[in-house]
């Protein structure tokens, strides 16, 4: 059995991370729309190389995309929570954010009859609030943090950082993180994003990013005994026909390399039982 793991994650926020940042002039909500197009590409792919593989779905999506959602979830894939309407918790006060909480999961219980397991903070920002609020919830993963690369690790609660920049480390909690990067996310290689103070370029060439990627699994391969990595792509991104074939080439080649593909709650039961036998 490889010990060299890979986790395929989809953030399937379709029209909320347009909305939510007041995006919603039709040009702009159809770039969103595009999600429901390129999901089910994805299915029919990972279906074609028998790959689950881990969804990180907005309340909201669940909602509008019940036809899709169902299709995810028959398709044996893990369902992870994304927020209720894609808002970052760093903008939420303590109750709102619980309250997204409580709101995502009462979607995703409604589609698998269970909670979900594993959580990823809409654009990847977490709040003060957080963790006490995951822990509260019964999570046992968070995948919104850049700590490390290959290896999960305990999520901290209560650093502080003083004003002159020196920093006391909480201590370590029972909520496993299991780190994304954005070097290994397909949205600010591939998206074109233009605001009224900035430009995502974006629009990068599939090989450029693909080589990357693939570099990323041999130092891992090459350099590491064991360890997980974790690709972030979203429906309406990656769903684009050249992108698609990009992806379809990443997973041959990794399966050439020997990865072992895994929903990312069933590397995190293979992290504990590790950590459990040192």
Known sequence: M?????CLSF??????????KGRTTP????????GAVGAPRILDLLREYNIKSSWFIPGVTLYSYPEICEKIAAGGHEIGHHGWSHIPP??????????QLILGNEAIQKLTGQKARGYRSPSWDLSAHSVELLLEEGFQYDSSMMGNDYAPYPVRRGDRVHQDARVDFGPPTELIEMPISWSTDDFPHFE??????????????TSDVLENWLGDFDYLQQKLDWGILTYTCHPFCIGRGH???MLEKLIVELMDRGARFLTMEEALTEYKQRESAE
């Open 27 to 34: 040009t702009l909500m159809s770039r969103g729309e595009f």
């Open 2 to 6: 490889s010990p060299y793991i890979v």
């Open 243 to 245: 992108r698609m074939l």
């Open 192 to 205: 074109y994003v233009r605001n009224k103070n900035s430009v995502l370029p974006g629009l990068r060439s």
């Open 90 to 99: 760093a903008s939420l006060s303590r109750e709102e954010e619980r309250e």
């Open 11 to 20: 953030d399937f926020d379709a029209v909320s991370s347009w909305i939510v």
